[in-house]
C-alpha cells in the first residue's frame, strides 16, 4: 500500500485548510494518522483515528483539528481549523498495519 497525502499550502493565522490521504489499496482496520515535522525539530503526533473511528489528538491541535476516515474510498481526512503558525509543518500520513509513511504536504501559516 502506498500513501500518497494533498491539501497542504499557504495560509494566514486563523484560516483553515484540509489534508486529504490516499492509500492505493485498502487500509482494512488499520489505525491511520497524521504526523508532522517542522523546521528543525522532530517528527510529532497530530492525530490517529481507529477503524471504530475513535480518535485520539495532540493537545497542540485538540478542539481546532478533527480527523475522519472512509473506509470505502480509503481516505482520511484532517481539517485544521484556527491555524497557528506554530502549526507551519511537513504533514505526513500514516497506515499502523503494515507501517506505512506518505511523502508529506507541507503547511505554512503564515501572514
Known amino acids: 500500500v502506498q500513501l500518497v497525502e494533498g491539501g497542504g499550502g499557504l495560509v494566514q493565522p486563523g484560516e483553515s485548510l484540509t489534508l486529504t490521504c490516499i492509500a492505493s489499496g485498502s487500509i482494512g482496520t488499520s489505525d491511520m494518522g497524521w504526523y508532522r515535522q517542522a523546521p528543525g525539530k522532530q517528527r510529532e503526533f497530530v492525530a490517529r483515528i481507529d477503524s471504530n473511528l475513535r480518535a485520539d489528538y495532540s493537545e497542540s491541535v485538540k478542539g481546532r483539528f478533527t480527523i475522519a476516515r472512509n473506509d470505502a474510498q480509503n481516505t482520511i481526512n484532517l481539517n485544521m481549523n484556527s491555524l497557528k503558525p506554530d502549526d507551519t509543518a511537513l504533514y505526513y500520513c500514516?497506515?499502523?498495519?503494515?507501517?506505512?509513511w506518505g511523502q508529506g504536504t507541507l503547511v505554512t501559516v503564515s501572514s
Open positions: 500514516h497506515l499502523a498495519f503494515p507501517d506505512t
